[in-house]
């Protein structure tokens, strides 16, 4: 190792040359820069550690300084620091949900950037962008073996038009590459292939530069990569788009609370149940904006898909990521995913020359707190009806569910009402599972609880157990590597035997993409106001996501969806009920069908192939002879099509100056919604299907589309008019202005007429009146969904008023425009005593601080007056600059524009 270029007095850039084979990479040496001053570094935890040398690599005396650097090693003196940094990840991941209106954008800055007299080249990516289209394919089609190619067949249908948009900005941008539909979830491919731990670039065409691998995403379980030592996190849309326009993301140096683990998983115990568990423990700890960091002997124990599965939940436990470090296990993941030799030997050296690198005899890192698990306590659990993070053991989940149905459903007289379902043989009651799917990037990413699954199906199988009529079952592996390694241990036939066939490669049941259930079952539910139930192996169980249908959502490892397929019902105890009874009318318990530890270890290691992740992922950008065979037209701009229903030029930049003209006062803003606690994204955003008789719906119908061709809210997310109209429309959203209605309504005023809350909004627009809304604790948890912020601000919603923020949603409404106001503790909407017909006046908008308390002016209708203090939630400078430009994509596009005078 041989020095490269010295420090200066006032520079922690330590460049240093590391030889590894016949290859020679240029670094920053963090072993240097301690020796320079930063005093004690080598004790940070490990994802410190890599925001440190993103740092100290992007010093320049002014987005990053030497005091920036210093902060992060003054951060061992408290655990905390209030300092805030600028962040630059190496790469971003989208998926075509949240991708499609970031390229719409794209798009659209360019054709705003030639008319404010820049040029439209300027707008490309300038870090590596990877767009993996994984949310589209719906569960049409299921229980055939015919499903797999008509679900595909559909998803072309339906998303033609998006996907020639996608090739379109394929060839029209630098930097930007989209890997096909088919492939698998993006945070699988991002696990299995697109991530390298340590990241090279040619700088100057020269040195070859080497440094942690690290990005951000558009769907928060971009966290999922953690578990390879990838330092990344969810981000909105319009926060991605400025990281790939060269924008750093500001931050403030983290929290990062350490989480021991020690033990290892007793038999019968799967990752998905270690996962649910550390959910939980994490929620009930409190880690909303800090790091989570895995650390202890336990991680031993823990092969990586166990780790990426516990990294992929940080958004359900709340944490900005869930981080495991550099070790022997990470090596043997990389080398048995196909990763290069070149590739794995750097990794090594670099992370063992920089402090990166976990041994068994590593001391422990400084941490802001701790907690710690023993993995034998871990029991099997489920997860639900509503929320990951409300973890039920399986000896409960009976029980449980008996208990919301009274509580939650107000159903516990009927606990015991079955209904016929018309044209069948079968009946239909309460907590019966209509929907049991192996899906989503969480579980599927992991072959011990595919294997499981798949190994408890043949037994179920060869004891003569089949799954419920009344359940629609589904497999939508997060990659193609499954259904080799699934083929190749000869369990694809036992599921599909079950009705578990294949029915896509993508997120489907888990983003909402259910698909329709059966119309007679349907029916039935809603004429007898049945609280059915779904169980699922992903990670998001939110009211009304799965589908509009079900009430009850609950999350489950992949041998325990194939088992409640079987069991038909929540109902069922599955620890000492039976689940069926075998052909000589014998009861089969789930105890007599579960595969053994050691049988799903041996036949995982026979099954999974390096082979197979070499050759699925040889040419992984092609995409299939219908990828290939869409037609792209457009040059350097988007020809925009006015007709499109899925495609169409945002309003964000219309009569947009070359310099802000300040944010001006809000006055007799009217209140567009009284929101409770933990309102979702999902709640927020369009998701899932569109019904004909919502304002999105009859948005499509007047432009001719009939109703079976609604597609999802997600494949139309490039269209801001389907969008805006979807905004606040859950069908389980509550606006308090409505006590006990269901749905996106509210109140104008002062006419006092009930709308849809899309109707009340364009007509306060038209009256020239602003909007705020009022929430309570967790606003904005769940998703990045950029178009809960988008649709917010179109709606005309200039402030969100709330007692806390989710970290991303928070941060997606600065970059839209709209203002996060927190209440002061121990005050709410409620202790104000607002009925939503007030009206509310902030003043000294356009000499805000971050972090500085205002007031507020609230005026009931009897003429009172109130001032309420409010805490402004804008953190930083930077996201003030946005804020006071618009949003952070005006931002970019004025710096642009000035670049290009």
Known sequence: MTSAVSTSLDSFKCRRTLHVGKRAYDYFDLKEAEAAGLDGISRLPFSLKVLLENLVRHEDGRSVTADDIRAVADWLKEKRSDREIAFRPARVLMQDFTGV?????????????????????????LAPVDLVIDHSVMVDAFGTGAAFQFNVDKEYERNSERYAFLRWGAGAFDNFRVVPPGTGICHQVNLEYLAQTVWTKKENGEAKLAFPDTLVGTDSHTTMVN???????GVGGIEAEAAMLGQPISMLIPEVVGFRLTGSLREGVTATDLVLTVTEMLRRKGVVGKFVEFFGTGLDCLPLEDRATIANMAPEYG?????????????????????KESRIALVEAYAKAQGLYR?????????????????????????????????????????????????????????????????????????????????????????????????????????????????????????????????????????????????GYGC???????????????????????????????????????????????????????AYALAGSVTVDLASDPLGTDKEGKPVHL????????????????????????????????????????????????????????????????????????????????????????????????????????PAGHYLTEHGVAVHDFNSYGSRRGNHEVMMRGTFANTRIKNQMVPGIEGGVTVHYPSGERLAIYGAAMRYQA???????????EYGTGSSRDWAAKGTRLLGVRAAIAQSFERIHRSNLIGMGVLPLVFAEGMSWQTLGLKGDETVALRGLGDIKPGQWLEADVTYPSGETRAVPLQVRIDTFDELDYFRHGGILHYVLRSLAREAA
């Open 101 to 125: 209106p970031a390229v719409v954008d794209l798009a659209a800055m360019r054709d705003a950037v030639t008319a404010l007299g820049g040029d439209p080249n300027k707008i490309n990516p």
């Open 227 to 233: 578990g390879l030592s990838v330092l990344g996190w």
């Open 319 to 339: 944490a900005t990521c869930g981080f495991f470090p550099i070790d022997k296990e990470t090596l043997a993941y990389l080398e048995a995913t196909a990763r």
């Open 359 to 503: 041994k068994d005899d590593s001391a422990d890192p400084e941490f802001t707190d701790t907690l710690h698990l023993d993995l034998g306590d871990v029991e099997p659990s489920i997860a639900g009806p509503k929320r990951p993070q409300d973890r039920v053991p399986l000896t409960r989940a009976a029980p449980a569910f008996a208990e919301v149905l009274d509580r939650e459903y107000g159903k516990g007289a009927e606990a015991k009402k079955r209904v016929p379902v018309h044209g069948k043989n079968f009946d239909l009651g309460h907590g019966d599972v209509v929907i049991a799917a192996i899906t989503s990037c969480t579980n599927t990413s992991n072959p011990s609880v595919m294997v499981g699954a798949g190994l408890l199906a043949r037994n179920a199988v060869e004891r003569g157990l089949s799954v419920k009529p009344w359940v629609k079952t589904s497999l939508a592996p997060g990659s193609q590597v499954v259904t080799d390694y699934l083929e190749q241990a000869g369990l694809q036939k036992d599921l599909d035997r079950l009705g578990f066939n294949l029915v």
């Open 508 to 562: 489907t049941t888990c983003i909402g993409n259910s698909g329709p259930l059966p119309e007679e079952i349907s029916k039935t539910i809603h004429e007898h106001g049945l609280a059915v139930a779904s169980v699922l192996s992903g990670n998001r169980n939110f009211e009304g996501r799965v589908n509009h249908d079900v009430r009850a959502n609950y999350l489950a490892s992949p041998p325990l969806v194939v």
């Open 591 to 694: 105890k007599d069908i579960w595969p053994s530890s050691k049988d799903v270890a041996k036949l995982v290691r026979k099954a999974v192939k390096k082979s197979m992740f070499k050759e699925r992922y040889g040419d992984v950008f092609r995409g299939d002879p219908e990828w290939r065979a869409i037609e792209v037209a457009g040059g350097l701009t988007y020809g925009w099509d006015t007709q499109s229903t899925y495609v169409q030029e945002p309003p964000y930049f219309a009569g947009m100056k070359a310099a802000p003209e300040g944010v001006t006062d809000i006055e007799g803003a009217r209140i567009l919604g009284l929101f409770l606690d933990s309102i979702t994204t999902d709640h927020i955003s369009p998701a899932g299907s569109i019904h004909r008789d919502s």
């Open 767 to 777: 009256e020239g009146v602003p909007l705020v809304v009022f929430a309570g604790k």
